[in-house]
């Protein structure tokens, strides 16, 4: 983890002091994507049920241990990285196939989210956990009394 120092100022301006910003370090986050990334080459011929079910202990393992600080920005960072593994796992998978058919084979809408890397299965929508979706619980300001 990596504290970041950010400058905290009242509303006139004036400076009050530091604050501390706890983050992943890029080498946490860099070790994580790289065990993302070697799961999906792993399973390259794996249907995707395979995968999904690989790839969510790792993401919720990951984004629980880091919900305690302020991981929102790496986060979606890391959501995209893993997009973009995916969208070539699965343009691989269809080399003649269009960008828009293996879109609409591999990603789902749920609300109003249409990238939803899962499938529907009997009823049931199986889909990859996303580290967005994690709750991160902010650090709460003491109000000094």
Avoid at 42 to 57: D, F, G, H, T, V
Avoid at 93 to 104: A, C, F, M
Avoid at 129 to 140: M, S
């Amino acid at each position: 983890m990596v504290a970041v120092p950010r400058r905290k100022s009242d509303g006139q301006g004036k400076l009050l002091g530091f604050k501390t910003v706890i983050r992943p370090s890029s080498n946490s986050v860099r070790r994580h994507y790289n065990k993302i990334s070697e799961t999906i080459g792993r399973l390259k011929a794996a249907p995707q049920e395979k995968i999904i079910s690989e790839l969510n202990p790792i993401i919720r393992g990951w984004c629980n241990y880091y919900k305690t600080v302020c991981s929102q920005e790496t986060y979606s960072k890391v959501d995209y990285l893993t997009h973009l593994r995916l969208r070539r796992w699965a343009d691989r998978r269809h080399p003649n196939k269009g960008k828009y058919w293996v879109g609409d084979k591999y990603w789902i809408t749920i609300g109003g989210d249409r990238w939803v890397f899962g499938k529907e299965y009997k009823g049931d929508k199986i889909t990859l956990a996303r580290h967005t979706q994690t709750a991160t619980h902010a650090p709460r300001q003491s109000s000094g009394e």
